[in-house]
């Protein structure tokens, strides 16, 4: 799943990796997280979603409110097989964009 999610995330322009708390791998624009993923099996991971699509991703089995930042519209994927690869690879794209989005202009510009 690890490798899945960095394929997907490099891809995107000015992503950057680190790890936080130890064992959580962060996917990163702006220095803002937009996708995370734990380093140790079982591999859950996390990412930013819009309102509609968080109240259609939840109630799927597997995917939960994210601990801590459902409020913010994040989702926590424990059961990777209740997204699709093609869905995976558009959420996670989707999660750059929006939080991107909310940079400030210079730092968005900066980043081209």
């Known amino acids: 799943m690890i490798d899945a999610l960095r394929k997907i995330c490099s891809s995107l322009p000015s992503v950057t990796e680190d790890v936080k708390w130890g064992a959580d791998l962060c996917f990163c624009v702006g220095a803002k997280m937009f996708c995370v993923v ?10 930013k979603c819009t309102e509609e699509n968080f109240e259609e991703l939840t109630e799927r089995e597997g995917i939960i409110p994210a601990p801590y930042m459902a409020k ?6 424990r059961k990777p097989s209740a997204l699709k690869k093609s869905e995976l690879e558009a959420l996670v794209k989707e999660s750059y964009t929006l939080v991107r989005n909310k940079l400030p202009k210079k730092t968005q510009a900066q980043l081209g």
Do not use: L, N
């Not at 734990?38 to 990412?47: A, D, T």
């Not at 913010?72 to 994927?77: C, E, G, L, P, Q």
């Open 38 to 47: 734990g380093m140790e099996p079982p591999h859950h991971f996390s990412f």
């Open 72 to 77: 913010h519209h994040w989702v926590a994927i």
